[in-house]
Every structure is written in C-alpha cells, then in structure tokens.
C-alpha cells in the first residue's frame, strides 16, 4: 500500500511543472539537440525555439523581445541586476534603496555591494507590509542609481504600489528594478505602466521547470555581466543557452496568461474558504494585507503555539512552511514578519499556505481540519506541562 501523501499547499516555494509544459521541452532534450549559437540545422531549430520563447516574455510584460537576458533564475537575475547596474553606473553614484522584506536574492547582492563601499537603504514597511511612498520620496537623492522592490512579497503574498514606485523612480531618474519571481502569472504586469527598467522571472514558481528564468533590461540601460565567457546573450550571460529550459519557461508563462483571470478567482475563492475556516481557531492573525495580496497565499501567526512544533505536528498531512528559516534548531524569526511589527514568539508561530493550480474545495477543507486539529493538540499538551 502506498502511504498517503501529505496536501501540497507550498506553491510559493515551488510548483509541480504543468504536463503541457514538459510535452514543450521534451524535443528539445534529444530530437532537436542542437546549440542555438551553431551555424547549422540543429542550431537553426534551437535558435528558433529561443528566438520563439524571447517573444513570448516579452508580449507577457509588454515589453520586446530582445529586452530579455535568459538566466538560471530569479536569484542569478536578482543579482545581474542589482551589481550589474551598480557596476555599471558608477559614475552616477553608489546610493541604492530596496525594502526589508525584499528575498535574500535582492538582500544579499545588496549586502555585499555595502561591503564593497556603497550605501544601501532599506526602507521599512507599514504593519500590512506596504512600503510608504512618501519615505521612498524622501529617500531618492542625486546619487541614487537603483531603486528595488518586489512586485509580490513570497511570504505574505503583499504587493507593492509598482506603478506609483515607478513614477518616483522616473522623477528623480532612478533605475528601477522589481523581482517579480512570485508575481509573473498571477497579476497582470507591464513594465511600461509600472515604468520597470529591469525585472526578474523564474520558471519554477509557475509551473515551469526550475534552473531557469530571465531578466528583462529596458533597451538603453546599461548593465555589466556577472558571467564571462562565450559571449552568449549579448555579451550579457556567457553559457549555453539552455534550450529545453527556456522553451519551458516560455510555454509555463504562455499557460498563465492564458487562464490568469480564473485562476486568479478560483485561488482567491479557496483561500478565502481556508481563512474562513480557520478563524475557528483563537487567537489566529493574518500576516500581510487583507486585499493587496496574491491570490492563493494566505499567511498566519497563531498566538501561544510553537511555530516549529505545529510544522513539525502537520507534516505528515499537509505541506506547508513557516514564515521562518528553519535551518538551525531555534529558527530566526522571519525577517518579513518582523518587518511588518510581528513580535518574535507570533513570527515563529506562522503558517504560509501557498495554493495552487490543482488543489481543490476539499483539499482545503481537510487542511483546515488537520491545523485547528494541531493547534488545539499543542496547546493542550502545553498547557498541561505549565500545570504539572
Ligand atoms: C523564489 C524566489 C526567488 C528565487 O528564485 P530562483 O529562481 O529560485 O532563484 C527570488 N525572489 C522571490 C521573490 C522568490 O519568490
């Protein structure tokens, strides 16, 4: 007998990639092998798939095609962003400003340019998780070359004013970046309304295959490479291009598009029935803001549990994360949610449900059960050693 898998409800860590999606890449593994820089059949083929996939992004975002720079994800597109601009635009200045609840992948290039000399600010955010526009006002100077922030929190699901961060970008002639890795598919994007300069996709948060993503670069914007070597993508992303990767990510992006607007509603719709449910529970509280948030993320603190004791307790029913890194036995708190003003006990008692594409009303219902189930089991066994 097979053992029951637990409910997959983590799809703001990864997805399972669509049957359509693979059907895409299969050729381009073996029957069509060829390397798009080659000059003959088998490069032209793989040339054309690319050449395919870079027009099919690009429409996504509204933007044209050779505007897009493949790479291995979000987090290598994170990181040509962020030094390849500082790299880039020395002579402007060295000041950047990002947000506190940003990933690691935009905190840490971030860091690491702090140590090679220039000044980041990291703006903090309101208790729902907005950043306050008139701080970043405030905080745009002269020497200011980049300005990031997240299209879609991938704890809370929150997401930021893109457009009016944008038109204060273009004010004060700042380049503007958004990692847009847990947004792309879900919302509508244009890079023209929002005014980005650069923006950063990866396929695996979307039903596509993980190891690959992009970077879209406004044409004219200069920018250094991280990679050196064979010269691919303009010079801008030495390596193989990666074929059958690419032609997945294209065909993901391609499929939601095309169902965004029902997807959307039926995520919604589930994670409200989850909400609903779960608000049986005392002392329950939602992290995040109630309405500007990604369809099917729902984050909670419950108060008075252990956050890794109740991960721990619904583990073999339901796959979820805490807001936490739980690398080390007494995990840090989350640094988002204690952005938003959570204290450390409520930060480590939070739950991320990340839904998806094939969970259901049902799936739902039972994951729902298994928490209010958890929860009560640990506060009984808590309260009853607080009495012994
Ligand atoms: C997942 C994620 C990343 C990292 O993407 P990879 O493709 O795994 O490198 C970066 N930023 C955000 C917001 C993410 O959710």
Redesign the pocket.
Known sequence: MVAKRPIYLDH???TPVAPEVIAAMLPYFAEHPGNPSSGHLYGWEAEAAVKQARICLAEAIHANPEEIIFT???????NLAIKGIAEAYLQKGRHIVTVQT?????LEPCRYLEKLGFEVTYLPVQAQGLIDLQQLDQTLRSDTVLVSV?A???ETGVLQPLAEIGALCQQHQALFHT????AIGKIPLDVQTIQADLL?F????LYGP????ALYLRRGTRIAPLLHGGGQEKGLRSGTVATPMIVGLSKAVELAMLHQATESQQLSQLREELWQQLQKIEGIYLNGHPTQRLPGCLNISVAGVDGNRLLRELQPNVAISSGSACASAKPAPSHVLTALGRDAALARASLRFGLGRTNTSDDIAQAAQHVIHAVTQLRSTQAATLNS
Do not use: P, W, Y
């Not at 993980?210 to 993503?213: L, M, S």
């Open positions: 703001q860590a990864t291995s994800g979000a987090t290598e597109a994170n940003e990933h690691n992948a935009v997240m879609a929190n991938n990692d847009a890795a847990q950063s990866t396929g695996h948060k993980k190891g690959v993503g």
